[in-house]
């Protein structure tokens, strides 16, 4: 007994003088995959301050300055804080394993990178990525119900991104956590490195101010550097959001929207539509978020671009030969496709021409795809994460549909050319299933009462399907049940929401917790829950599970089994040829 | 409401007694300010920028009244808070992936004030400034503020 305790002891000590806390700390971190030729910026941060002749950082047994070729810089306080730093900015390495060791005093710490090339010849000419913002099984399963209908156990069609050769199941953890967000997930997929919540094209190191931390380079600045294709960033969220922005920025903070629009200008993908324009006019605009005089709409135009603020305007520059088009169309996110083309809430009275995605990503292609170099395409389907989050099931589906169609008009583009890559993938999931119908007819008062579980999960009467699959009235008396795994105090209505999007909770008085929206719990069903998160969420949250990918095209074929979210960088990279100098 | 109120009994009644209640009523009304509404501060609403309404111009500077929600607030008690058109289905203060809307009114309390739950209707008076401007505490940038403010649940 004394002598396990004894162990136990040793053990304990052991594990706390293996924290991290107080150990150097190497960028990029460790296991990181690095595309050969890409650039990033290296930087060790030693604990208590200690000066250059207390350390030492190698990289395979040499100093790291001789691996680089280029001299690093150290600096003892960085910033006035408790650690020094050694960097050296715009970094690159040949394809090799590598081992860095940065030492202090008896400390030694150690991590491995993997730097990969790319085999030429480049095997796609085009590289179209789909994300699902949020997408998850439920929202897959629920869409292909609502759009293709079910007969006795068998859907009557196929969902575009369903039918497709190659899949896989991928995991979407940063390196801080196991649930990540949506800014962190996009960059594993535009930089293929692990980095943390909040973070666009940077690991997350010390220092102070958000621009400042070690970045890495993005695939639209590779491809920009390297090639002459052309460059296509769409979205319905907000440009500046975090999946749209995880093409360009570099910021430790994804509310930077500001600074993200700039990051934009320097980078100039071709395409560029969105919600969003508050961040592009001058402070002197009112409308204008911004917090100085810069006026992005005149330097977009002045830089050859065209601007569009309509879905007319969007299809008439498509239509005349446009190659570079700015398309804000909202000043928040664009309208989702429930509120478009049913329910008309929204902001929709406000700006009644609207693109949808599938018509965004129609005209998009139109644009690149004259370019004889090929183009990058990214299309987010923004909103199918948002309605989640406010745990608008209906909402969230009918963006699964939209992304649908957009993928579908991809395919038709792809078609025998057997020289687009398509991949169709979330950025992380929701904690949502689909569990049963409610039924109006079924006996008793209480909403647990008319769902239909196992033998009673009847088919939903939904209204017919409009000409892209859409059903016209949802409802109806037999309803899907999709239901959230998390979730505030709310109330449940168990029908979909015609009067707006879905607020499931509001602060309270104290400013700290959430209570249910008292709107939502005064109707003949309504169903009053116990929030199962923390008293500070008023909305759903992200899950840890895995997403599918789906993909077709040339370099499909490597996806299969599981993989972690930074392989989708690698696959795409390879597909382009896109390492080397 | 009581405005609207007064006004209409002041129509219906006849032209002696409406001039012998006006000196009153002109006293009761110094204190009332003007009522201006989310969709009356706008002439246009693009996606370029909009437009402030000739009524919202000519009341720059004086006293108005505006109804609204009060969004989730950073601190229980507060000298400002954000006045939207709807309820907020999320608080942008306290998420990085919201965002607020762009038809915000920024609210400056006379003195720190209670908040009240974000789900409540609030009916706010204060001097209307109009044009962009950065709180020099928060860094928030708005458009149009009520300051010297005050408010009740409406």
């Known amino acids: 007994m004394r002598a396990q305790k004894w162990l136990m002891t040793i053990l304990a000590t052991g594990l706390a003088g293996a924290t991290p806390a107080l150990s150097q700390t190497i960028y990029p971190i460790n296991r990181a995959e690095i595309l050969e030729g890409s650039r990033f910026d290296f930087k060790v941060e030693f604990p208590n301050a200690p000066t250059s002749a207390d350390v030492k950082v190698t990289i395979n047994g040499k100093p790291a300055a001789d691996i680089f070729g280029k001299p690093t810089a150290f600096t003892q306080n960085e910033e006035g804080q408790k650690h020094s730093a050694l960097w050296l900015r715009g970094a690159t390495l040949p394809a090799g ?9 008896a400390n030694k710490a150690t991590v491995k990178w993997e730097v990969f090339a790319t085999a030429q010849p480049r095997r796609a000419k085009n590289v179209i990525l789909f994300i699902g913002d949020g997408m998850s099984v439920a929202h897959r399963t629920a869409a292909r119900i609502m759009s293709k209908g079910w007969e006795e156990g068998r859907f009557n069609g196929e969902l575009a991104i369903d039918d497709m050769p190659n899949m896989a199941l991928i995991s ?3 390196s801080d956590s196991i649930v990540t967000d949506s800014a962190n997930s996009a960059h594993a997929y535009t930089t293929g490195h692990k980095s943390c919540v909040n973070a666009l094209g940077v690991y997350c190191a010390k220092n102070a101010l958000t621009l400042d931390h070690p970045k890495v380079e993005t695939i639209s600045e590779v491809i920009k550097r390297r090639s002459k294709m052309t460059i296509g960033v769409v979205t319905n969220a907000e440009i500046e959001d975090a999946t749209p922005a995880a093409m360009v920025a570099h910021t430790r903070r994804r509310s930077d929207y500001n600074d993200i629009v700039k990051m934009f200008y320097d980078v100039k993908p071709d395409v560029i539509m969105g919600g969003g324009s508050p961040n592009f006019l001058p402070k002197t605009t009112p409308g204008s978020k911004r917090t100085d005089d810069l006026d992005f709409i005149a330097q977009f135009k002045a830089a050859g671009y065209t601007i569009a603020t309509t879905k007319t305007e969007m299809n008439a520059a498509a239509a005349s030969g446009t190659k570079k088009l700015l398309g804000l169309y909202n000043t928040s996110n664009v309208d989702g496709a429930f509120d478009l083309r049913l329910a008309k809430k929204g902001s929709v009275a406000k700006f009644p021409d609207q693109p949808d995605v599938a018509e965004q990503t129609r005209a998009a292609i139109d644009m690149l795809k004259s370019n004889e170099d090929g183009f990058f395409l990214m299309v987010e389907s923004g909103r199918i994460d948002k309605y989640s989050h406010s745990l608008d099931w209906e909402r969230a589906v009918f963006d699964t549909i939209m992304l649908d169609n957009a993928v579908k008009i991809a395919k038709d583009f792809a078609g025998e050319r057997n020289d687009t890559l398509i991949i169709v993938v979330p950025d992380h999931t929701h904690a949502v299933s689909l569990v049963g119908t409610y039924d109006d007819e079924r006996p008793g008062q209480l909403l ?19 000409a892209d699959g859409y059903p016209t009235n949802v409802n109806t008396s037999r309803r899907l049940a999709v239901v959230f795994g998390t979730y505030p105090d709310t109330c449940d209505t168990g029908r979909p929401f015609m009067d707006g999007e879905r607020v499931p909770a509001l602060k309270s008085a104290d400013g700290k917790t959430n209570v249910a929206n ?14 199962n998160l923390p008293f500070d969420a008023n909305s759903g949250v992200h899950s840890g599970d895995d997403g599918i990918l789906t993909a077709m095209g040339p370099g499909a074929e490597k996806f299969r089994g ?5 392989y989708v960088f690698r696959v795409m990279a390879e597909a382009l040829a896109l390492g080397g100098e | 409401m009581q405005q609207p109120i007064l006004l209409a009994r002041l129509s219906r009644r006849g032209l002696f007694q409406g001039l012998a209640t006006l000196a009153f009523c002109e006293a009761a009304f110094a204190d009332e300010a003007a009522a201006i509404s989310f969709d009356g501060l706008y002439k246009s609403f693009g996606v370029l920028g909009f437009q402030f309404s000739d009524r919202a111009t000519s009341l720059r500077g004086q006293e108005v009244r505006m109804l609204g929600y009060m969004a989730p607030p950073l601190k229980p008690e507060s000298h400002f808070f954000v006045l939207t058109r709807e309820p907020l289905a999320i608080c942008p203060f306290c998420q990085s992936d919201a965002d607020w809307p762009v038809d915000i009114v920024v ?4 003195a720190v004030t209670p908040m009240v739950s974000a789900g409540q209707k609030v009916a706010v008076s204060g001097r209307l400034e109009i044009g962009s401007a950065i709180d020099a505490e928060t860094g928030f940038v708005s458009q149009i503020r009520l300051v010297d403010a005050s408010f009740h649940v409406a």
């Open chain 1, 562 to 566: 599981h993989k972690p979210n930074t």
């Open chain 1, 518 to 531: 008292e709107a939502d719990c005064t109707g003949p069903l309504a169903t009053r829950k116990a929030g």
């Open chain 1, 97 to 105: 394993n590598y081992v860095v060791e940065a030492t202090q005093g």
């Open chain 2, 107 to 110: 609210v400056f309390m006379k």
């Open chain 1, 172 to 174: 979407t953890s940063g």
């Open chain 1, 448 to 466: 647990r009462d008319k769902l239909g579980t196992y033998a009673d999960s009847k088919a939903p009467n939904y209204g017919p399907l409009d």
